[in-house]
């Protein structure tokens, strides 16, 4: 069976997300649902609800400290948003966190993955990106099929994490090498089977590229850009050695101004350090 | 050069380096307007999460001694191998090599 067979058939048994979810992805359809029915639905579970007032009061999303209930959630960050992070605080839960393989651990590819996005989201506010919703989560799932690789086939990703050192090669590379298949794809047929919205099957599928098939899309392009980013930073671990450098093409689409990056670098490792102590490890 | 500044770090007396407009494109607030607290509320209603400000505080970088610049720059060249080609890139690669400095000085 090949890899890409292994993964199809894992895929399917992958733990589902949690009921909490599905509840508001349902409610969600109805288009008069009030806050106040979906902050009855997300209450029932308390701890998401702690989880989730810790996210929105991160200090990226700008209300830090002001959120004090469920429904302040839902009124200043939107029924969208707060699905996301839902959805973010859940896919954290599915994977295990035990499986290490040669020093590489799911928690620092987490890490690596709320860097990624954190940065994608301050770069959606910087090019003044009004439909931000997908930016926070995109970052967050971008790299998801290097957990499919570690979750289901460790034997296989071993050899490409050891490639990777013996070659000095990208991990992307090295996975075709090894698997016939790379992580942007198998986290998309992921994102696919949990029906996910186009733009961040793009993302995913797209973030090393940085376009999608010569299309500018300001969501791929700044995943691609926040990736690089963090990963020049050295904040979490993606199993690459080197730091690829950006498509050309990607600066046009953001039009990112001189001194931006050094504007947002205090930000971005305050709202890291804050970030991970809440997703990962309460 | 402006400097991008997020609605939580906006300090009274800094000043607007570009007009903040809303979505529709309408100057909501002017051009070298200094930032008072009520803006803050203002803005967070409007919806509106971040602003260019003049940037007159230059963050105080540490000074290294050009030995360890060389020895992160050779580290940094293993990892990062491609030469940058614009200003956003040339940050990215400052960042990279500040931080590789820290990282060393531990």
Redesign the interface.
Known sequence: MNVLDKILQNVNKLQTLPTIYSSISEALKDPLVTPEKLSRIISIDQVSSFKILKVANS??Y???GRIDTISQAILYLGFDEIKNIIFALSVVNIFAKDKIILNFKPTDLWAHSIGVGISTR?IG??IGE?E?ENYFLAGIIHDIGKLLFLEFIPGDYEKVLKLVIEKNCSIEEAEIEILGINHCKAGQILAEKWKLPSGLQDAILYHHAGLKENQSSKLIASVHIAD??VA???LGRTGD???P??N?KV?DILK????????????LIEDFNQTIRVMLYQ | ?????????LKEGMELATPVKN?FGQVMLAENIKLEERHKNIL?LWGI??V?VK?SEE?SEQLFDEDAVSNAKDQLK?????NF?????E??????LS??LK?NMK
């Open positions: 200090p990226f700008g209300f830090r301050l506010t910087a009004k931000l690089i980013l020049a930073l050295d050695y080197l730091i450098q950006p050309f600066w990112l101004p001189n001194g931006f990056f050094i504007s947002i670098k205090k930000k | 050069m402006p400097k991008i500044v997020f609605i939580d770090e979505k967070m999460q971040s260019y940037d963050e293993k990892r990062l191998t491609w080609r614009n200003f956003n890139e940050e990215i690669y400052n960042l990279a931080e590789l990282k």
